[in-house]
Structure formats: C-alpha cells, structure tokens
C-alpha cells in the first residue's frame, strides 16, 4: 500500500481512487514537464521557521477528531456526539467520503485575541470547510475557489479567524466537505506567521507558473519554428497539465469566470489531467523512438492511450469511481512500461533515455513520499512542499534540455551526411555533384559580374597500371597524395573536386587563360617533382592537363568539354604536360600551350 500498486489494489473509496489518479498523472507527465503534482500539486505545507515559541501552536497540540456521520449542525454545536468523535492519532483532516463529514478540533495551547489566532487547513484542494469557532452558532464558510473563497489568503490554506481569541480546551468544530483523500493539516497560527508563510507560497508558485510559461514559450517556438513533432506534443501536454495545476492548485480563482466553471467540478480537473497524461505518452512514444526500437512496448503504451482516451469521453459524461480506479491501473502500467524503456535504452546507450530518467527519479522518490502520505503512511517534512513541484522545474528543464540535444544530434548527423556529399570520402576532394553546383554558380556570378573563370581537368597518367603493379590500395594512396600535392599549390577559394576514377577539376575564380596555364604547370610539377613511396614502393607518376577560359555567353558544360578537349590533347602529344582550349579559337582544335620538354 506505501507503494504505487496499492493505488489500484486497493480502492476502498471514491475519493482515495482519484487521489490515486492525481497522483499517477503526475508522474505519467514527469518527463514532458508535468508541473502539477499528485493532489493537490503545490498546496501543502510551507516550511517557515516557527519564529519564537508564542508564535504559533505547534501542531502536536492540536487535537483533531472525526465523526462518521452528518447530524444537524445544532446537535453537534451542543455536544450531543462529542462521544461518538474518533480520536485521530495526528492533526491532519484526511476525508474519506465525497459527502460532508464532522472534525472536531480541541486547542491545545491558549492563545491571545492580541495574536489574531487563525485557523489553518493546509493543502484544501477543491474542498469546502464550514468551521464554528468557541461559542458561535453561525459557521464560516471556506473555500479555495468561488463565492467562500478568501481572497486575502493565498491557495495554501484555508484560514478561519478565530476573533476572539482562544483558551486550552476549547473546541473549534468543522463540516468538511472534500472531494479527495487529501492529507490536510490543521494548526492554529497567528496571523503574522499565516501571511509570512503565504508570501513563501506565493513565491514558489509565481517561480513554479513563470517557468512554466517560459517552457511553454520555448515549446511553442521551437515547434513553429523548426516544426520539429515533439514540441508539439510537448507544447500540449504543457498546456493540459498547466490547466490541471491551476484549477487543482486554486490559482484559476483568478479568473472568476473559468473558476465558477470548473473550480469547483471534479470532472474538469479529471479531464485536463487524463489529457495530460495522453498527450505525455505520444511525447514519450516519439522521443524515445519507441515504434522502432521496442515496438512490443509501443504497442502497450499505444493501448494505455486508447484506454486513456476512452476515460476522458467517459469522465464529460459523469465522475464515476470505476473512472478513477481504471485510470490507476492504466497509469501504472504506462508508467512501467516508460520506466522500463528508458532503462532500456539507457543500457543501449540511447541519449533521449538518459534524459528520461534523469528527469524521472528525482520525481519518483518524491512521488514515492506524497502517496505515503496520501495514504497515512507517513506525514512528509515541510521541504517536500516546495521540493515537489520545483523537481517539476527541474524536469522539464531537463526534458527541453534533451530535446535541444536530440535536435543537435540530427544536425551533426545531417551536417556529417551533407559533408559527405559535398566531399570525396576517399582523396577530401568535393563530390562531383557539389563541384557540378558550385562551377554553375562560379559560371553565373562570372558572367553577372564579367569576370574571368578558368577551368583545369587533368588526370593521373597510367594510373590503371599502378592499381595493376601496386594494387588497388597503393592506387588509393596515389590519388590521395596526387589530391593533397595539388591543392597545396592553391589559394584558398580555388576549388577542386573529384570528377570521377582518377579525373580531377580545378576551378580557378577570377583566373585569365594565361595565369590557369600557369597554375597548371605549378601543379603538374608538383606531381613529378619525386616520386612516390607508399608501403615501400617508390614509383613515378605525372598527369595530363587541359586548360580552358571561360568564353561570354557559355555554359558550365561547354567550359568542360573544352577542358577536357585540352585533356584529351595532352595525352595524345605524350602525357605529362599542360594543354590550353583558347576560347578564341573555333572549331575542335584546341591551342598547344605548354610541354614539359
């Protein structure tokens, strides 16, 4: 029962199952920055020192009864069940009946009109309180939402001013009217400490509420902007669990219009908490890539979501119990089954999974100590108020953290391929297709700009008799040495790109026919200027050049199939050497430029 399985096994109430389901929903949307947590999310007790002993009643010495029944009001004032009120070992109301109930409360310490004592219920949820202090016969009504709410206290607690002042003994009765298995603890405070204690509240829930826009900010940019999926589906988990903790955690009052709608409705709350969770599955299924690498487990989370979806339809038709309960057992096996995939991927080294759990222990082992004291296990220290719903914080930093990352590992990823493309993986020369693209560009900016262009096309003399005598590899090395060698004798905007075997193409950007042939000859001795050693051979090499200008009006093509017409020339006047295409000349004789004799 201390465990979350007992939130299923054992639904012994209507009101302990949707506590259950509060609960749960909180940690189906700790990954996807579920900032509301069990029930309620941030309304609990605040950890402000104490001050000096007079100033508040501990909560030892407040004695809290229940009675099992609903009698008149009249009946009880005049203590005719005083007998029939079950002691309570701790001062905390924990209502297990939807329908209203009697809580006594007996003061232990007096304490002095002077003080303004008040009476505090702590972490109220959507409960009503009608409390009758010492000697009065008309309650006062409380509420955190709609026409009993006190404006003038935050949503921590529900405060009761006992005007008079109070002695030992006396007896502050309350009809306690909850709609969940809230664990709410009562004391009597001054109201110096109240307000002390309500400005730490408020300053927690503005940061908490602030960084929740700010990551819903994010989310909704990073999607329009990037139209990345995933902050989508974080974007509306985002906005049904940032609806589920204002109205759970009172600050909807705010809107006095949308509070009298669903502040005091059970079934709002259980909506935007079911659709949180829904929304928070698809994020998971899609961030954690779960339909390729564990497709038996998508499957079971794909049925959890029907389920869960199937809930909500139901829970706008009413706010049924078996809703509750059905929507326990799914949430635990949704939550196994996420559980299980991140440790998963974890041990196979998937960087969204590390992510994953990092955001989910934290709040599982606080999740682990609100169900305990959810179901009277144990009364959690006042830390866990503030600690809770700032690990939702710290969550969801870590969730957006780990998308940034995810996007960054697919644009090294579409960087590493486009390197790839745009390079000749074996020589570091551009691809062929990069170069085709860049030399258009080079052609067009040349003829806006009339500027000159000139194009070298030269290739390995017998270099199919080197992979012959070498082999294969010796002939790989060659290419590579033949690569680097020529791009040394570059500037730095000069181009050269792998045309396809042994062919290489050097473009030259602002180069005149004269100054390429120039450059041409550079490169050829750089080639033959001593031999090659590679895995102990030592052997010559040389290339074949052609060189060509780019004439007014011509295409990239055409500025290649004169250089490669120059090409063609050198090899058949011998190898070794740099011929030069003048644009000038007409027809397919291009003009002999430069021999190496």
Not at 110 to 132: D, G, H, N, S
Not at 216 to 231: T, V
């Amino acid at each position: 029962m201390g465990t979350p399985l007992g939130l299923w096994k054992q639904p012994a109430c209507r009101c302990r199952a949707w506590g259950g389901l509060a609960v749960l929903v909180a940690a189906m949307v700790l990954p996807s920055l579920a900032f509301a947590a069990s029930v309620p999310p941030t309304t609990v007790r605040t950890a402000v020192d104490a001050g000096p002993p007079a100033a508040a009643i501990p909560i030892a010495d407040v004695v809290v009864a229940r009675l099992d029944s609903d009698p008149v009001p009249a009946r009880i004032i005049a203590g005719e069940f005083d007998d029939s009120f079950l002691t309570r070992p701790d001062a905390v109301i924990r209502e297990t009946e939807q329908s209203p109930r009697w809580w006594r409360i007996t003061v232990g310490h007096a304490m002095a009109a002077e003080l303004r004592p008040q009476l505090v219920v702590q972490a109220p949820y959507l409960t009503l309180v009608e409390a009758w202090a010492p000697g009065k016969a008309l309650p006062i009504r409380r509420a955190m939402i709609g026409r009993d709410a006190d404006l003038t206290f935050s949503t921590r607690a529900l405060v009761v001013p006992m005007t008079a002042g109070l002695a030992a003994g006396d007896v502050i009765y309350l009809r306690v009217h909850a709609l969940g298995a809230v664990p709410m603890p009562v004391s009597i405070e001054p109201l110096a400490r109240v307000h002390r204690a309500d400005l730490v509240h408020v300053a927690w829930r503005t940061a908490i509420l602030v960084s929740l826009a700010l990551l819903a900010l994010l989310a909704l940019g990073f999607w329009w902007g990037i139209g990345e999926r995933s902050y989508g589906y974080l974007l509306l988990t985002l906005l049904a669990q940032g609806a589920f903790f204002a109205i759970s955690g009172g600050e909807v009052r705010m809107l006095p219009g949308l509070a009298e709608i669903a502040g005091g409705d059970l079934r709002i709350v259980r909506l935007f908490g079911l659709v949180a969770a829904l929304s928070s599955l698809v994020f998971l299924i899609h961030y954690l890539d779960l339909r390729v690498r564990q497709p038996r487990l998508t499957r079971v989370l794909v049925g959890c979501g029907a389920v869960l979806m199937l809930l909500a339809l139901a829970t706008l038709a009413g706010s049924a119990n078996w809703i509750a309960i059905v929507a326990n057992a799914t949430l635990l096996v949704a939550t196994g089954a996420v559980l299980w995939a991140a440790i998963m991927g974890s041990l196979q080294r998937q960087r969204s999974a590390y992510f994953v759990l990092l955001s989910w222990l934290p709040m599982l082992a606080l999740l682990f100590v609100r169900i305990g004291e959810l179901y009277g296990l144990w009364l959690a220290p006042a830390w866990v108020g503030h600690a809770f719903p700032a690990s939702f914080v710290l969550s969801g930093l870590v969730i957006m953290i780990g998308l940034s990352d995810s996007l960054l590992q697919l644009r090294r990823d579409r960087d590493r391929v486009s390197r790839l493309a745009r390079f000749d993986a074996l020589t570091g020369a551009m691809s062929r297709p990069a170069l085709e693209a860049r030399l258009e560009a080079c052609v067009a900016e040349a003829h806006e700009r009339g500027v000159a262009l000139s194009l070298v096309f030269f290739d390995v003399d017998r270099f199919k008799r080197i992979n012959d005598d070498y082999g294969h590899q010796v002939g790989d090395s060659c290419l590579k040495i033949v690569v680097m060698r020529t791009r040394n004798r570059l500037r730095t905007y000069d181009m050269i790109g792998r045309w396809g075997g042994d062919e290489m193409v050097v473009v030259l950007p602002d180069t005149r026919l004269g100054e390429a042939l120039g450059v041409a000859e550079n490169l050829r001795s750089a080639i033959n200027c001593r031999p090659l050693s590679i895995d102990g051979n030592l052997f010559e090499a040389s290339i074949s050049l052609g060189v060509a200008e780019l004439a007014a009006g011509e295409t990239a093509e055409h500025l290649l199939e004169r250089a490669d017409a120059a090409l063609y020339s050198s090899k058949s006047a011998g190898r070794d050497r740099v011929t030069g295409h003048d644009p000038r000349v007409t027809g397919s004789h291009p003009r002999f430029v430069a021999t190496p004799k």
